[in-house]
């Protein structure tokens, strides 16, 4: 390769254009697609996966790539809080993968059973096995069942998490719909980390909205494991402002659920117990079950990875990205999963290539809706720095003293955003 | 032979620079297309960036890192950049189509 790279440089573009088409006509083709190009796995199709595989096939379209998703339909969960609250309805959050398989992807609907990082082997449930060069691992989360006393999968029909979009998110909402004006609504938040940080907060913005306009006499508690959270002062000052209904218990104040009753949807923390009439139990998670299939999660449930090329410190040729990868300062997002993906795909496609992936820098941005014109943000960018990734300079969240206008605006942003993101990775 | 041997290598690098092409986008440059449409027919009040002057976007990133034009989150993500990571993300964005 060395000799190749060196000889290369000697050449002009006019003559390496020539030559290249005169060695075209005389190799049999496989050689020269053989060249660079290699065999890319990606098991997972939300954010993260779906724009890694896409970045794939734009960066070089003789990767072979294959996206292993269990599901036809990917269900957004940004703006799922607006479905819950009925201002949204979730068939805009359903996506297919028609245009991912448009680019080139070969689409595997089926869960991977197997995954031995020796061999470099996939076995899929549907008994195919999928050998790769490189593996992408975009999973997403699992909730841990063990992780919350009397809270198991039969609980979250009774007190749903609604934390993958989807059925759950639709239980909430007809809980809400069907609960009686008057009625106690709780909010268990767990300690982080865990995928969507603002996420709980402005689930509660959302329902304190909905149950102001709808049903006033209602009341919203917040029990949190934890004494600090993403863009707190904007969302208490909008709580203060807008919402006199919600009260939010940190940590240091008893807040920290420890364990339900869902035969009487009882929210237990060490101090008190709430009898809701509706329990969102938003409850520990943990990296998504493949990571332990693929042995790339830590003992923390999650997975530590490169910060250059999110190449698992685990495994070799194994990638994690989006919410199951342990990514420093950035924060477990949509936009940082796509972000992540875009960053990943190029390094996945320089190592196949025998090339230095580049330092990448990255961005996020989070949108929360606090009220239906009422938007905040946290944005900045990170770089990695001894190996992780940090924040860079600038960064941070809305001016907390904004005007109401900056705040409807960024609730239009917050809309754009969420049609952009989804068009790169689904549309 | 030696002249198979050219062939070859000269086929091997027109294709490691196919790829180069494509993967070799500046630090950061991938991160914008999260909120700036990479393609047309996006509903979303944020501009797209691909195929725009690469003055006009260094610019806008400067006064947006300034304070000199206002933003709503631009202010706090330009911060993260160097003017030249700036300038060489403004170049990359201006070479791809509209």
């Known amino acids: 390769m060395t000799q190749t790279r060196r000889m290369a440089r000697r050449l002009t573009r006019r003559d390496v254009m020539k030559s290249a088409a005169a060695a075209a006509a005389l190799l049999p083709m496989p050689a020269l697609a053989q060249g660079a190009a290699g065999r890319v796995v990606v098991i997972g199709g939300g954010f993260a996966g779906a724009s890694c595989a896409r970045a794939l096939k734009a960066l070089d379209a003789r990767i072979n790539v294959t ?234 449930g999650w997975c530590p990875v490169d910060a250059m090329t999110f190449e698992s410190k685990q495994q070799p040729n194994i990638h994690v990205i989006g919410d199951a990868a342990i990514m420093g300062a950035m924060p477990k997002s949509a936009f940082s999963a796509n972000a992540q993906a875009k960053v990943c795909a190029a390094a996945v496609a320089k190592l196949l290539a025998g090339e230095k992936p580049v330092e990448p820098r990255l961005i996020n941005t989070c949108y929360s809706v606090v009220a239906p014109d009422y938007g905040i943000t946290v944005g900045g960018a990170y770089r990695p720095k001894d190996g992780v990734l940090v924040d860079a300079e600038g960064g941070g969240v809305s001016p907390i003293d904004a005007p109401a206008s900056t705040r409807a605006a960024e609730a239009r942003y917050a809309d754009g955003w969420f049609n952009t993101i989804t068009t790169e990775a689904f549309g | 032979m030696v002249h198979i041997r050219l062939f070859l290598t000269a086929a091997a690098a027109l294709a490691i620079s196919s790829i180069a092409f494509a993967a070799d986008a500046p630090p950061g440059a991938s991160s914008c297309s999260g909120c700036h449409p990479a393609t047309a027919g996006v509903a979303t009040p944020v501009p797209r960036l691909n195929g725009r002057d690469a003055g006009q976007i260094t610019t806008a990133m400067t006064e947006f890192r300034t304070g000199k034009r206002p933003a709503t989150v631009m202010d706090r993500i330009a911060k993260g950049f160097t003017d030249d990571e700036t300038k060489a993300i403004a170049a990359f964005l201006a070479a791809q189509k509209e």
Request: aromatic letters at 8%; one cysteine or more.
């Open chain 1, 67 to 300: 996206l292993v998703e269990a599901s036809r339909t990917f269900i957004a969960c940004p703006f799922s809080n607006l479905v819950i609250t009925g201002m949204r309805e979730l068939a805009a959050q359903q996506f297919g993968y028609d245009k991912v398989a448009a680019a080139g992807v070969t689409l595997a609907f089926s869960t991977a059973s197997a995954v031995d990082p020796q061999a470099k082997s996939v076995s899929l449930a549907d008994g195919n096995r999928l050998a790769y060069d490189r593996l992408v691992l975009a999973p997403g989360i699992d909730i841990r069942w063990d992780g919350l006393p009397g809270y198991d999968e039969a609980a979250a029909n009774v007190m749903p998490h609604a934390w993958k979009a989807g059925e759950q998110t639709t239980l909430l909402r007809r809980q809400l719909e069907s609960m009686e004006d008057g009625g106690l609504v709780v909010i268990s938040a767990p300690a982080n980390p865990f995928r969507c940080p603002p996420g709980p907060y402005e689930r509660a913005s959302l329902i304190a909205y909905y149950l102001k306009t709808k049903k006033p006499k209602s009341k919203l508690i917040v029990l949190d494991a934890k004494d600090a959270f993403s863009k707190q002062r904007l969302f208490q000052n909008a709580w203060k402002e807008l919402y006199p209904n919600l009260e939010w218990v940190s940590l240091s104040s008893g807040g920290k659920v420890t364990s339900v009753e869902p035969a009487s949807k009882t929210v237990v923390t060490d101090f008190s117990r709430h009898q809701a009439a509706v329990a969102n139990i938003i409850p520990p998670q943990k990296a998504a079950r493949v990571a332990d299939l693929a042995q790339v999660a830590d003992r923390s």
